[in-house]
């Protein structure tokens, strides 16, 4: 006979659902709270003390993040310039000082000055939220800003582009007739 397959399906015992079995678990513990997504800001901030901790750590002898000062960062910042996409132009070029020059030319690219001071900025803070003193941040140095600076001048004469700060309203203007138009007076003949 065939048909004697024995039914199995007593097996439904679907009654007891455990409905009331709140035993007070420990809520399972969040590594990191990270349910807020970081902002742009944050995230950007972190990634760039990821890089320099990576850079010092890639130092022969590495160099534990108590050891570093102004030094290491003045050297990871020109370590950066590698990796830049702004030309700057070379005192020599003929492109020198033009912000839009018609032809490629093989001087180097460099990282933008503005990429470096925003850089500057993020890990200066970064620095300090991960415990460092701000007495001895070494990001907040005086020769760190001292290079900026040089960067930004330099970058300004070589691309042609003033990096003008926006215009606060300043109330006691030093310049009062601006009359020291000198740039296109070169070979022009007054009539
Ligand atoms: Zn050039």
């Known amino acids: ?31 990191q709270p990270s349910v807020v997504p970081l ?8 990634r760039d003390w990821n890089t320099f901790g990576q850079y010092l750590k890639n130092q022969t002898p590495p160099v534990p993040l108590s050891h570093c ?8 910042l020109r370590y950066l310039d590698q ?6 132009h070379s005192h020599g070029c003929v492109f020198f000082g033009q912000p839009d020059p018609p032809a490629p030319c093989p001087c180097p690219l460099k990282q933008a000055w503005g990429s470096l001071d925003a850089l500057i900025g993020r890990l200066r ?30 970058q300004a004469k070589a691309r042609g582009i003033p990096y003008k700060k926006k215009k606060k309203k300043k109330r006691n203007q030093i310049i009062k007739g601006n ?10 003949q007054m009539a």
């Open 83 to 88: 990796f830049g996409k702004t030309r700057v």
């Open 179 to 188: 009359d020291n138009n000198d740039t296109n007076a070169a070979l022009t």
């Open 125 to 154: 803070a970064a620095y300090e939220e991960s415990g460092g003193s701000p007495e001895v941040n070494p990001f907040g140095n005086g020769a760190i800003r001292m290079y900026l600076r040089e960067v930004k001048d330099c």
């Open 39 to 46: 902002s742009r800001y944050e995230s950007q901030k972190r």
């Open 69 to 76: 000062n102004y030094n290491h960062v003045l050297e990871f």
């Open 1 to 31: 006979m065939l048909g004697d397959t024995p039914s199995c399906e007593a097996s439904s015992s679907r009654s007891a659902t455990a409905d009331q079995q709140q035993q007070l678990q420990p809520p399972p513990q969040p590594t």
